[in-house]
Structures are given as structure tokens and as C-alpha cells.
């Protein structure tokens, strides 16, 4: 509120109204008899009663209140005029589209196949939620079912496809050890063996198939429990003479300086052997600085003909054939006897370990 007024004694009036804690706003003083000020609403009784006191003349000028709110609060007076025609306007377009329950069918396909018929991010819409439906189960003969939901401006769509049946390509079960088989119990499939039959590893057992009772066959997968005799075998051998990599003697030590793990430079020294071993370590150089040196030592290797006593070594060769027999036993299975045996040939002494055991023949 403002208030123009013409008066004497202005000065005590401005001083009285400070005194009170009147606030003044755009205090002007055109003479000594004239002066103009605002005040908040709230304290326009207060002001008119000091006005009244002074027997000053007042020209209060007032700005209606509906006219001087409207000016006020103009920018968002029109903010919410164009927002409401934008929400109106944009609440037609589609920003975004969600595709739920695929499997075989290719969600960005879908997604093309509707911006195709005019549905699509980015655009008004202006097609029902039917209109989509009809859209996808026109185009898609493996969907089932399509539900479409319109959440303002995203479309949600649930589709569910329809089941194709695939006839599938079964493997037969194959032996995957040897042995001689001593019970067989089909649960899916038909037998390809008998109890009694000796077979080897990758033989066939069970075929992938059934008989129905019009004589079809019928792809399964062959499920099944064939139990029998398992005979691990494993053989190693020892040749009398031997070529072996032994040193010679000669070794040579090569010094890399590191500092934070970064190669620095190498000292004078050079492995220069064709056939070699080596052994390296680190050490500080000082502990002031991370400045490290490895030191790497090469020994040169040649090959030496050795000569094996075969009736010496004969026992640690059966242990060691015996040890990579059992490695190769199967789950399960439960241990009758095993034997190692001992063979020499033109200066090559075989060791051949066999171990009996009952297990499941198809693992």
C-alpha cells in the first residue's frame, strides 16, 4: 500500500513511525511539506492512526487488489496457462514403450514393426489400446496372447507366445569303461546290450528311442543303470637306456636392476646357453630408496645317456602304474582286486596295473 501525503511536521511523522517499527519502503520526501512511502498491509491501521494524530493531509492512492495480484504473480499466471495447454498437447504423444514376456519374438523388432503402423517414442499417438493389440496379433502369428496398457504417455505390453514343439535330437548312452555288464535297468530307451556281454568304452548301451505299441519309435532320452565288471588298465614304461637333461657345471648369474618394480638396466653378464634351468630371488639394494636387483643364475644343461637297473627299479615302476590306475577309477564303484604286472622287451620293461571293480558302466 502506498500513501502520498501534504502536510507540516512530516519529519516527527517519519520519526514516529521508525520509533514504532513501522517498516517504510521507497521513502521519498518531494518538499518539506510532501512525502511518499509504501507499507505492507498489515500495517495500514497502525499508520492511519499516527496520520490522524498529526492532523496531516493524506492522498493515500491504493492499487486495487485483484489487478495488483494478477501483475505480481503474471509470469506465473501464464506458466500454468501454457502448461496446462502443453500437458494437454503433450499427454498425446508416447515417450515410452515397454515390452514384457518375449522369448523367440525380438523386442526391437516389435518396437519397428509398431513404429511402422504409426506407433512410436516421440510422436502423438492417437491409437488405442485395441488398435496395438490388433496390430501385434496381425503381424505375429506366434503370439499367443497380447495385453496393452496405456499409462499416460508410456505403453505397456505383455505378450505371451505360443509353445512350438521341437523334436529333439537325443544321444544314445555310450560306456565309458570297459567291463563285462551284470545287471541293466531301462528307465527311458531301449537296450542295446545284454548281462553278460563284455564291452568297450564308447560302445553303445541304451538307444535314444522307444517302441509304442504301433511299432514307432518314439525319441526319448534314454535314461538308464547298467552295472557290471570294470577293468582299469593303465600301462607305463622304462627304457634300459635313456637320454636325460643333467648339468654341467657351468652356470652363470645375471643381475636386473629394479626400482619401483620398473626395469632399470642389466649388469655385464649374459645367459648365452641353449639348454638351461635357472634360479632367481630379489634383494634390496637399500632401504632408503625401493631400488631392488634380481639376481638370476643359469646352469647350462646338456644330455647324458643313463643306464637303468631294471630289476632295481622294477617295484617304484609297478607303484607308479598302480597310482595312475586308481586316478582313473569312477564314482561309486567298489574295489574287488587289482594286479600289476611286469614285461620286458628288446630293452623296455612294461608295467601294467589292473584293477577289478562294480560300478556303473555308463558313469
Known sequence: MKFNLTGYDIDNLLKKLYLKKIPLLN?????????????????EKRVKRYINNFKIKKTPKFIKRLPKIALVNLGLILGVFFGSIFFMFASNYTWKITVYGTKELSTNEIIEVLKQNG????????KSSQDIEYILMNNYDRIAQVSVIKQGTHIIINISEKL???????????????????KINIITGTTNVHVGDFVNIGEVLVL?????????KVSVKPIAEIEGKIYITNTISLSKKEKVLKRTGKSTTVYNYKFLNFNLFSGKNKNSFALFDFVSYNENITSIVPLKREVVTYYE???????????????????????SAQEMLPQYSKKLREKVTTTIIEDVMYACAVIEVTGFLNG
Open 301 to 323: 644343461l646338456d644330455y647324458a645317456e643313463i643306464e637303468h637297473n631294471f630289476e632295481e627299479e622294477k617295484e617304484e615302476l609297478k607303484q607308479k602304474a598302480l597310482v
Open 119 to 126: 506407433v512410436s517414442t516421440g510422436k502423438i499417438n492417437l
Open 208 to 216: 535314444p528311442f522307444n517302441i509304442n505299441s504301433s511299432g514307432e
Open 164 to 182: 512350438v514343439y521341437v523334436e529333439e535330437e537325443y544321444k544314445p548312452i555310450t560306456a565309458k569303461y570297459s567291463g563285462i555288464i551284470t
Open 27 to 43: 521513502v521519498e520526501k518531494a518538499s518539506v511539506n510532501q512525502v511518499s512511502f509504501e507499507i505492507f498491509d498489515a500495517d
